[in-house]
């Protein structure tokens, strides 16, 4: 196989914009990554484009990546629309990756976009519904008291893991706390205000023992990548960033390990690392509780010592592995089909040495974890990327 550089990144602030639609987006994030490459429209041979909710918020079906881009200047290119939960975008690179390292393509585009908020909050709150079995019974609890199904299932799974490995809420907080800090040095991200446990602690239970902060909440936002062959990356200025693996799985109901296990068991597989190799990493945090699941998940520490990791200093910026200097889903924002490809700009930012403040030093090797959806009790898909310089 043939090796993938990504050699252009460019995005949208992440927030909330009523006034804006997914072209306005979407055009912003294009332009951003084409003029980071150097390169134009004309050098884009393929479009990958990640969206997970277009047709519930706006109605908007079928032709979504033609639709979005019609006025970007790649009208009339190959356009793949790929729709998979929050990993949309993460999907759509994995794929334009796989056409590059064949030999299909030389260079393809990957866009990330979504529109969730909405005059009307039912309508944002519909479109996270869809993504589970709907023909699957839902457990007790789940829907009835936060009025969002996803954040009672993880309200569920934290206190699972509560019981099992001893961490607290307050654990959850000082995830949030190191969000926020690193969201305030983040133009790019939906809440930039800093915070402390007390005041994550003390904010509205949305789902025991799930508090307003530990949630990510609606946005909107557009990201987008230029990937490129070897060859074609040394034609152009910028450090290139080479993925080094990407794997996608699906659940399997009733399986022995969860999706993150056996997606990140594979990218390092493919990569030929360890967890241990790892500098820094955007980890799919919808909850507070889901970051630290995840440490355990990808072997940033032993099963249960996920507390001990977050108490440590270890994965905040500068740390050991900095995990999610973004500000993550939490606090960077969580536009489901941008959230992916916005993982991937975050850690080229770090490989390249421009993340400035939230600059990890040293980073070589980077890791992106994003899963989506809910199936038998597991995330219904999970992909880990995995990049170096």
Not at 60 to 87: H, S, W, Y
Not at 265 to 277: F, H, K, T, V
Not at 318 to 343: D, E, F, K, W, Y
Request: overall charge neutral; glycine content about 10%.
């Amino acid at each position: 196989m043939n090796k993938v550089a990504i050699s252009g990144v460019g995005m949208t602030p992440f927030g909330k914009f009523l006034d804006r639609n997914v072209k306005s987006l979407c055009e912003e994030a294009v332009k951003n990554a084409l003029t980071d490459a150097g390169v134009t429209v004309d050098d884009v041979q393929a479009v990958y484009f990640g969206n997970a909710a277009g047709g519930t918020v706006n109605g908007q079906e079928m032709i979504r990546a033609q639709a979005a881009l019609r006025n970007t200047g790649l009208a009339g290119k190959p356009m793949f629309n790929v729709e998979n939960a929050c990993a949309s975008s993460s999907t759509a690179l994995n794929l334009a990756w796989l056409a590059i390292a064949a030999g299909q393509y030389e260079t393809a585009l990957v866009v990330g976009a979504e529109k969730l908020s909405h005059e009307d909050k039912a309508v944002s709150f519909k479109a996270f519904a869809g993504a589970v079995d709907i023909d699957e019974p839902v457990p007790d609890g789940v829907g009835k008291g936060s009025g969002s199904i996803f954040m009672d299932m993880y309200a569920a799974k934290a206190r699972k893991w509560m019981a099992a490995c001893g961490g607290q809420p307050a654990d959850f907080a000082r995830v949030v706390v190191k969000s926020r800090h690193a969201a305030s040095l983040n133009p790019y991200a939906q809440f930039r205000k800093e915070t402390t446990v007390d005041e994550v602690l003390s904010s509205r239970m949305i789902s025991e023992p799930l508090t307003l902060f530990m949630c990510s909440s609606i946005g909107d936002g557009a990201a987008a990548i230029f990937l490129c062959s070897e060859s074609y990356a040394k034609k152009l200025s910028n450090k290139p960033v080479y993925v080094r693996a990407s794997s996608i799985v699906s659940a399997i109901p009733g399986g022995p390990e969860v999706v993150a296990v056996r997606a990140g068991r594979a990218a390092y597989e493919q990569a030929g690392i360890g967890p241990e190799d790892v500098h820094v990493a955007e980890l799919h945090d919808a909850s507070a509780p889901a970051e630290l699941i995840h440490y355990e998940n990808l072997g940033f520490c032993a099963p249960g010592d996920a507390p001990k990791l977050i108490r440590s200093g270890d994965v905040d910026i500068g740390g050991r592995i900095s995990v999610n200097p973004s500000g993550g889903l939490l606090s960077r924002g969580h536009p489901l089909g941008a959230t992916g490809a916005a993982q991937i700009i975050e850690l080229t930012w770090q490989l390249r040495g421009q993340a400035g403040k939230r600059q990890r030093p040293g980073a070589m090797v980077a890791l992106a974890e994003n899963n989506g959806g809910q199936l038998a009790g597991d995330s219904a898909v999970a992909l880990v990327t995995i990049l170096s310089t």
